[in-house]
């Protein structure tokens, strides 16, 4: 089992439309969880923190399943401007470093 | 504030050429620094990361290396590239435990 696994993409939805990605991790002693966001040919930027409690940003939720090792990443009212690759990211427990999942493409169209 | 500058942005190297890329990050003391790659239609992959001066873990058993001569400088190298070695490579920074990483803009990188 990999790491980091996330929805296969991509994803094309028209604007309005609810979207939700899902990420699922091996590691069940990993500690922190974000989702990034990586447009065309930039670099990623964090996009939101997981929280256990699950958490929510505008039209972006997140939430965590610690028993299930499971997030997800919900999309109300797309975007245009929401089209990009959406990163699911743990953190392995000792050394700090980020286990990045290979993304899942969103395309929101007009 | 913090920043992060990586360079060359893009560069076009022949097989059997040396590379270097340099980061360098201003605005924070004794960053965790991190050399990521990216290949056409891969996910990101941690190639080396660095918790302080001259101390470099490698991730991934390559023609690559790592190098970090100050505290807030890191530079990526190569003797001889192959065409493998391809891809968008990105220097990152983090605070130790705070998960966040900070990435520069990347150095795009064509072997021929």
């Known amino acids: 089992r990999k790491e980091v696994e996330q929805d296969p993409g991509p994803f094309n939805v028209p604007e309005g439309a609810t979207v939700a990605f899902n990420c699922t991790y091996s590691?069940?002693?990993?500690?922190?969880f974000f989702w990034y966001r990586q447009d065309c040919r930039k670099e990623p930027k964090l996009l939101m923190s997981v929280y256990s409690s699950g958490n929510e940003d505008g039209r972006f939720t997140a939430q965590l399943n610690r028993a299930s090792q499971y997030i997800s990443l919900l999309i109300r009212d797309s975007k245009l401007s929401d089209s990009a690759t959406y990163l699911c990211v743990v953190t392995a427990v000792s050394q700090g470093n980020l286990i990045f999942g290979k993304g899942t493409k969103l395309s929101v169209k007009p | 504030s913090q920043t992060i500058h990586q360079w060359p942005a893009t560069l076009v190297q022949p097989v059997g050429s040396p590379l270097s890329l340099e980061c360098t990050v201003e605005?924070?003391?004794?960053?965790?620094l991190y050399w990521y790659r990216q290949a056409a239609g891969r996910g990101l992959q941690l190639l080396f990361y660095s918790v302080g001066i001259g101390q470099i873990s490698s991730e991934v058993p390559q023609n690559l290396s790592a190098s970090r001569p100050q505290d807030r400088q890191f530079i990526l190298s190569s003797k001889k590239l192959l065409l493998s070695d391809s891809g968008f490579y990105l220097c990152?920074?983090?605070?130790w435990g705070a998960g966040e990483l900070f990435f520069g803009e990347g150095s795009r990188l064509t072997v021929l």
């Open positions: 605005g924070t003391s004794n960053p965790n």
């Open positions: 590691n069940s002693a990993s500690q922190s």
């Open positions: 990152a920074w983090s605070v």
